[in-house]
C-alpha cells in the first residue's frame, strides 16, 4: 500500500531546525588553537580522517616520487582490495574529491582546504614502522614489507570528528589485532601507544612549538595517542592504508594509520612511526592540552556535549545536511560491551 501524498515521513535521522546547534554556536578548534597562541601557520597534531584521491587533480594525489613503485607491498596495483560488507553503515559514501579537500592535519596547518596544497615534500617512501615495547615478538620493518605481511580489506566506515562534522569512507586496510596477535602483547601490556613523525623540515606547521592555556607547558611534536587494550583488539579497529581504492594520500596519514570508527576522529593517528604496548595508561596529545575537552576515552556521544558546542547533530561535509549524532557512532553493538562496566 502506498504512502499518501499528504503526510511526510521522516527518516530515523532526522531532526527539527530549532533542535540543530548554529554552525556559529560551536565555533571550531582554530579559534581554540588560536587563543592557546597558535597562529594558523599551525602546529598541533589532530588525527582526522579525510578521503581520497583524485586522479586528475595533482592536489589531491602523492607526488610521483612519493608514490610506492608498480609490484611494491603498497602499489596501486594492490587496490581496490575485496571489500568486507559487516561493517558498512548502509549510507552514501561521501563525495571523495571533497572529503579529498576537508582534512585536520596540524602538522601541515591549522586550515582544513590547505592540507592538501602543503604536503608535497612529505616522503612516505621509504617508511620504517617499529612495533614493540612490551611484547614477544618486537618487529621493526618497513611500512610495505608490513602491508605484504598482513594483507589488505576494504572497509565503508562512518567518521565523525570532534567538531561535529562527519563522512563515510572506504578505508583500505587490515584490522589492528592481526598485527598485534603476531607480536604478542605480554599480560602485563593493557594499553597500546601510537606516535608519528616528527619532521619539521617536510610539515611546516611542525616548525612552531604550542603553548598550554592551562599551564603554560610547551607540549612539543610528535604527535601521540593510545588505546586501551581491548579497544585496540576489538574487530573494528583498522589499520588504513588506502582510502577509496587507492593508497593513502598524503593529506589522510599516508601511508599508514589508525582508524577507530567509535570514536571521535583524533584518536585516529595518522602516518604512524611506532606503535608500543605498554603498562600504565598513556597520555594523548590532545588530553595533555586540554584535558577537559579532549579526554582519553573519547566515545561518541550525542548525549555529552563537549564544553564549546553540542554533540547532538553532525554536518555531513559533502551535502550539508544535519544528522543525529549516534551513540558510538553507531557502532555500539561492536563496542558498548566494552563500557558496560562503567
Given at each position: ?18 533542535l ?28 582526522m ?5 583524485s586522479d ?8 610521483p ?28 559514501l ?6 579529498a ?11 582544513k ?6 604536503v ?5 617512501s ?38 561535529a ?5 572506504p578505508?583500505t ?14 599480560s ?18 611542525m ?10 607547558k ?24 588506502g ?21 571521535y576522529g ?25 584535558p ?9 556521544n ?5 564544553p ?16 543525529k ?9 561492536y ?8
Open positions: 500500500m502506498g504512502v499518501p501524498n499528504n503526510i511526510n515521513c521522516r527518516p530515523g535521522w532526522f531532526l527539527p531546525d530549532r540543530v546547534t548554529p554552525e556559529a554556536a560551536f565555533l571550531n578548534r582554530r579559534r581554540f588553537l588560536r587563543q592557546m597562541g597558535m597562529t594558523s601557520a599551525g602546529l598541533l597534531a589532530s588525527t580522517a579525510g578521503c581520497s584521491r586528475s587533480d595533482p592536489e589531491l594525489t602523492n607526488t616520487t612519493n608514490l610506492p613503485a608498480a609490484g611494491s607491498a603498497n602499489s596501486p596495483a594492490k587496490y581496490p582490495a575485496p571489500r568486507i560488507a559487516e561493517f558498512n553503515p548502509g549510507w552514501p561521501t563525495e571523495a574529491k571533497v572529503a579537500k576537508y582534512n585536520n592535519f596540524y602538522e601541515f596547518t591549522l586550515e582546504d590547505e592540507v592538501h596544497k602543503l608535497n615534500r612529505f616522503v612516505i621509504p617508511w620504517p614502522i617499529a612495533i614493540g615495547g612490551l611484547v614477544e615478538k618486537p618487529m621493526a620493518l618497513d611500512v610495505q614489507e608490513l602491508i605484504e605481511m598482513m594483507g589488505l580489506e576494504e572497509r565503508v566506515y562512518r567518521f565523525r570528528c570532534v567538531e562534522w562527519a563522512m563515510i569512507v578505508w586496510g587490515f584490522p589492528l589485532r592481526k598485527l598485534l596477535e603476531k607480536v604478542q602483547p605480554k602485563e601490556a593493557r594499553f597500546v601507544r601510537f606516535e608519528t613523525f616528527n619532521r619539521p623540515d617536510q610539515a611546516p606547521g616548525k612552531e612549538r604550542m603553548h598550554s592555556a592551562e599551564d603554560g610547551v607540549v612539543p611534536w610528535p604527535y601521540f595517542e593510545g588505546l586501551r587494550m581491548d579497544e585496540a583488539m576489538n574487530p573494528l579497529t583498522l589499520v588504513a592504508t582510502l577509496y581504492g587507492k593508497p593513502l594520500p598524503k593529506q589522510h596519514g599516508a601511508p599508514i594509520r589508525i582508524v577507530v570508527p567509535w570514536k583524533y584518536k585516529s593517528i595518522k602516518s604512524i612511526v611506532k606503535i608500543d604496548c605498554v603498562a600504565p595508561s598513556p597520555s594523548s596529545f590532545w588530553e595533555r592540552i586540554a577537559r575537552e579532549y579526554p582519553f576515552e573519547s566515545n561518541v550525542p548525549n555529552v556535549p563537549h564549546r558546542w553540542s554533540q547532538a547533530t553532525e554536518r555531513m561535509i559533502d551535502t550539508g545536511r544535519r544528522e549524532t549516534q551513540l558510538f557512532n553507531g557502532y555500539g553493538q563496542v558498548a560491551q566494552l563500557y558496560s562496566a562503567k
